[in-house]
């Protein structure tokens, strides 16, 4: 039977490592790596109680992307985990990687993404984050590799952005993982029908000090700006498997701010090119700038592996791979 601890290895040591990569780039790359969170109750009573720790091939899940970073060209690694789990001692890691137990009053997904900017503001110092983009991604992508990591850093590097997401083929996923179905949408710029994908990147050039210098913010955004961008990026990152979701996210976030006559047509110029499939990622970032003046930009990422995160038993299986201590 195969399991992923082979494939994925053999997978490694194929895949081409872009060597001095870290030296070419413009902006040096802090990686931060969301750990938190228990399994779903699909897994059984067996397994772990804690996400990140969830057997596979034999070995905890974070464990893998975490190779992949230490690997690759990014120069620190934040760990977020849940403060009841001492993750430092029960995974393997390299000098890049930190960990950081997470208060257990930032439980949710949003709360999380708070924590680990204000704490890597805390750790690097707002100067060094300026200087440098920031890679958030969950720990459940045990196909990631360095080498995959190292071109969406080389491609991202040379584009200006403030928030950065990331893509995939639809037809890219369905020759890398036969069978498995995954959510897409149609991209006319891109030429098809793609898949949002979790991991994101940040330019810490956006980001400042507000409330004499406690509180990180967005540029010259108000607190309640900064905050309802962050309760829209955890919707959008929930309706990445419900269609209607992001609509209601676009318009929390963009259309709210644009005045009565331009929300009503920006949002019936998105609604019909949705249904139409002439929606355009460079439609959604002209309505960013517009209402936000935040530059937002799609990245394809050409990357499937990308996507192949693990929620439940029926992904390892449909991934083609076997663990029975998850059963």
């Given at each position: ?150 071109r969406l850093l080389e491609r991202s590097d ?121 929606l355009r990622t460079t439609d959604l970032d002209r309505l960013a ?39």
């Amino acid at each position: 039977m195969n399991t992923i601890s082979t494939d994925v290895g053999a997978r490694q040591a194929r895949a081409p490592h872009v060597g001095g990569l870290a030296t070419r780039l413009r902006k040096p790359v802090i990686a931060l790596l969301m750990a938190g969170g228990g399994p779903r109750p699909e897994f059984g009573s067996r397994a772990p109680g804690f996400r990140a720790l969830l057997p596979v091939g034999g070995r905890p899940i974070v464990s893998w992307i975490l190779d992949a970073l230490e690997a690759s060209a990014v120069e620190r690694v934040f760990v977020f985990h849940d403060a009841a789990c001492d993750m430092r001692a029960l995974v393997a890691a390299g000098a890049k990687t930190v960990f950081v137990p997470r208060p257990a009053d930032r439980g949710g997904f949003v709360d999380g993404v708070r924590h680990a900017l204000e704490s890597t503001v805390g750790a690097c110092g707002l100067a060094a984050v300026r200087r440098s983009r920031l890679l958030a991604l969950p720990c459940d992508l045990p196909f990631v590799t360095a080498g995959l990591l190292d071109r969406l850093l080389e491609r991202s590097d040379a584009l200006d952005f403030d928030f950065a997401y990331t893509a995939v083929s639809r037809d890219l996923l369905a020759r890398r993982f036969p069978g498995r179905p995954f959510r897409a949408y149609p991209a006319a710029d891109l030429g098809g029908f793609y898949a949002l994908q979790t991991p994101s990147l940040i330019d810490g050039a956006c980001f400042g000090l507000a409330d004499a210098g406690s509180r990180l913010t967005f540029g010259d955004w108000s607190r309640e700006e900064a905050e309802r961008l962050l309760d829209s990026i955890g919707a959008l990152r929930r309706g990445r498997g419900a269609f209607l979701q992001v609509p209601r996210a676009l318009n929390e976030l963009v259309l709210r701010r644009l005045a009565g006559s331009g929300r009503r047509r920006a949002a019936a110029a998105l609604l019909l090119r949705t249904l139409t499939g002439r929606l355009r990622t460079t439609d959604l970032d002209r309505l960013a700038w517009a209402a936000l003046r935040v530059r937002t930009l799609c990245i394809d990422s050409e990357a499937p592996e990308l996507s192949a995160d693990v929620d439940r038993p029926a992904d390892l299986a449909s991934y083609g791979v076997v663990d029975g201590r998850t059963s």
